[in-house]
């Protein structure tokens, strides 16, 4: 049980003859607390938070089936089956991470939301920004990252008519304060707020309402006049811009090239011998090259 109990972020100590309790109290998000802090756009979204769920995007997808998901941002303390892309999970702490997915209703069919991972990707670091977390980086097409190392991801999902209307699914971890044990259970080099700002207390429920007040404004100019307004900006942030980097691709094909951004509708562009070749989304993943 301590083992689990640290794994997940959690301080027991033992009390003769009673057991163990939390060392420390924890901050738990609080809908009432990110509705006051959404003010005066309180009314925008439709909050909701879970103790446990298998998944956030899980959840939401499964209701979608039979009601109306547009607007229900859905937030989950702990998830037992959290996903990353490509079948991957994700792993998060209760209390040390934002894990949540927001429902999105777009009139528009798949191929206008090819590059809606990156609209979501920008949001999330200008929000950050905003809060005082300053120098996040974007890797296409859908990671956060500060000096390199991870600090949040996105999964969007979809379903709909290939012309449209579609549903959005819009999954998001963000790494808040990991501890040790969080950090060796993860298979890459992970960054997280509360390194970014040492000595500061961080107020998820503050933070969360701040995210999405911005994931509103982006998704409705999104709605209105897609990704190419948000490239330039997304591309500043780029953190392998004019980088040379391998795309490993799924056939287990390697390409070799020069990072040259991203075009409108958000696929990869990259000069490879003289070549500019173009990756989709979803299609490939980066590695930098040794």
Partial sequence: MLKEAGAAGLK???????????QDALPFLARDAIVRALEPQKGALTIEIADVLDSTSSELTRRAANGNIHRVLLAAECQTAGRGRRGRGWTSV??????????????QGAGYLSALPLAVGLALAEALEVEGFAGIELKWPNDLLHDGRKLGGILVELSG??????IAVIGI??????????????????????????????DR???????????????EAYTAAGFAPLRAAWQRRHALQKKTVQVMLPDGGRVRGEVHGVDADGALVLDSGGRRLRFVSGEVSLRRRP
């Avoid at 209760?94 to 009139?107: Q, V």
């Avoid at 008519?161 to 579609?166: E, F, I, K, Q």
């Avoid at 060796?184 to 000595?199: C, F, H, K, N, Y």
């Fill in 12 to 22: 027991l100590e033992r009390q003769p003859g009673r057991g163990y309790r939390l």
């Fill in 94 to 107: 209760i209390g040390g991470s934002l894990t949540f997915s927001l429902g999105w209703r777009f009139e």
């Fill in 161 to 166: 008519d290939a012309l449209g209307p579609s």
């Fill in 173 to 202: 971890g963000l790494n808040v304060r990991l501890p040790l044990l969080a950090r060796r259970e993860i298979e890459q080099a992970v960054a997280d707020l509360a390194s970014m700002t040492p000595g500061r207390t961080i």
């Fill in 205 to 219: 429920n503050a933070l969360l309402a701040r995210i999405a007040m911005g994931l509103v404004a982006m998704l």
